[in-house]
């Protein structure tokens, strides 16, 4: 079993590189062996998965990955992390199953990866750009079947929520259009280091098939985006601007079979689709 990291010895790691973690960076450090081991357990990894991780920070998840798949490509913005993180696990003999990309997640491309295909994502991410991340993720490494994500809980909810529920917005149609995304448990706040004043929680994603529509991905955000821009808005004054009028907006919708005076929240991604296809 592969040797894991507690709180004395990424105390010890951050010595040694000064390190501070930062706001920033959204740095919350896992310093419980147990919760990686439980994500990685949710995850549900086969030993032929390509792992790709964002944020591996000094390592605590990666070496709990690296046991149960075939690869892990660890994406880490900090250079220091990033230059320390092969020598944490070659320590531990599993060099040869890391592969460590010093780069920002949000402009990975696939050509970033070293030649390998990520069917997984496994990541504790930072939370200010948890839901950008996970969205350009899914966009750019369409070889992504699975995912398990940590994210700050409330926005494990608003990726997981379903129509008609408070927080449904633009990040819970978005994500639906890749995978069918739900909530897999809350994370306590002090198994990291420093302790978050939020609490986390776990999302799981299952790659899906997007709605059979005749629009573009890009399309159809945008009736999204519009859709949400002022929440309150029946659909018919949000989506105006989008259509030309508000005139145009109410026939697109009623011939996308789609009330008017309904809101956004009220809408699955489908629903969204067929609008796109019948803009005017």
């Known amino acids: 079993m592969m040797r894991l990291l507690g709180p004395a010895e990424i105390r010890i790691l951050a010595n040694k590189l000064d390190l501070r973690p930062t706001k920033k960076l959204g740095q919350n450090f896992v ?7 439980r994500i990685v357990r949710v995850a549900d990894l086969s030993p032929d998965d390509v792992v790709i991780e964002v944020g591996p920070g000094l390592g605590s998840l990666t070496l709990a990955l690296l046991p149960e798949a075939a690869h892990v490509v660890a994406v880490e913005i900090d250079p220091v992390l990033a230059g320390q993180l092969p020598i944490t696990v070659a320590e531990r003999g599993a060099a040869d199953r890391l592969t460590v990309v010093n780069a920002d997640a949000m402009k ?47 926005v494990a909810d608003r990726l997981a929520a379903g129509p008609g529920s408070k ?7 978005k994500a639906a259009w890749y995978a069918d995304v739900r909530r897999a ?7 990291f280091w420093p302790v978050p004043n939020v609490d986390s929680g776990l999302v799981s994603l299952a790659r899906r098939d997007p709605p059979a529509t005749s629009a573009s991905r890009q399309e159809v955000f945008q009736v999204v985006d519009a859709a949400f821009a002022q ?10 601007s989008w259509a030309g009028t508000a005139a145009d907006a109410e026939r697109t919708l009623r011939a996308a079979g789609v009330d008017p005076s309904a809101r956004g929240e009220q809408l699955d991604v489908t629903a ?8 005017p």
């Open 185 to 191: 448990g809350p994370v306590g706040r002090t198994v």
């Open 31 to 37: 310093i419980d062996a147990g919760t990686v081991r």
């Open 231 to 240: 929440r309150r808005k029946t659909l018919r004054a949000a989506l105006a």
């Open 167 to 173: 927080v449904y917005g633009v990040p819970s149609v």
């Open 272 to 279: 969204f689709a067929r609008i796109a296809e019948l803009r």
């Open 108 to 154: 990975i491309t696939p050509d970033d990866l070293s030649g390998h295909t990520p069917t997984a994502l496994v990541a504790n991410l930072p939370y200010n750009v948890a839901v950008p991340v996970v969205l350009h993720l899914l966009e750019v490494l369409p070889s992504l079947r699975k995912g398990l994500v940590m994210v700050q809980s409330e």
